[in-house]
């Protein structure tokens, strides 16, 4: 199994925030339970912070763990938006344009 990079233990937050369960943020990000659950686990560490009360029935998530969702949606659509310029300006013509004329 190969590591989860931060973007993607980011996205993973965010979709356990919006799908309200690390199951369904599996489902939805085609990721095993345990492998969401992984990641959860190294944000936590690495922030050195709890973002979910969770228990065997329920899940809820903290004050510092509304914080991190926060700014991750940020850095999600930051890392969305260069990406799409990138693209777009792989596919724009660049170089100078030279004409000759007879």
Same mark, same amino acid.
């Given at each position: 199994m190969s590591n989860i990079n931060q973007l993607e233990s980011l996205k993973v937050l965010k979709a356990v925030v919006e799908n309200g369960s690390f199951t369904a943020a #599996?489902?939805? /990000?085609? /990721? #095993?339970? +345990? @492998?969401?659950?992984? +990641?959860? $686990? @190294? /944000?936590? #560490? $690495? /922030?050195g912070t709890v973002l979910f009360h969770r228990s065997t029935r329920h899940m809820q998530i903290t004050d510092d763990g509304e914080r991190c969702y926060a700014r991750a949606i940020n850095l999600i659509n930051q890392w969305q938006d260069l990406k799409e310029e990138l693209i777009e300006s792989q596919h724009s013509p660049k170089g100078n344009l030279r004409i000759g004329v007879r």
């Amino acid at each position: 199994m190969s590591n989860i990079n931060q973007l993607e233990s980011l996205k993973v937050l965010k979709a356990v925030v919006e799908n309200g369960s690390f199951t369904a943020a #599996s489902k939805k /990000l085609n /990721l #095993s339970t +345990a @492998r969401v659950s992984k +990641a959860i $686990e @190294r /944000l936590e #560490s $690495e /922030l050195g912070t709890v973002l979910f009360h969770r228990s065997t029935r329920h899940m809820q998530i903290t004050d510092d763990g509304e914080r991190c969702y926060a700014r991750a949606i940020n850095l999600i659509n930051q890392w969305q938006d260069l990406k799409e310029e990138l693209i777009e300006s792989q596919h724009s013509p660049k170089g100078n344009l030279r004409i000759g004329v007879r």
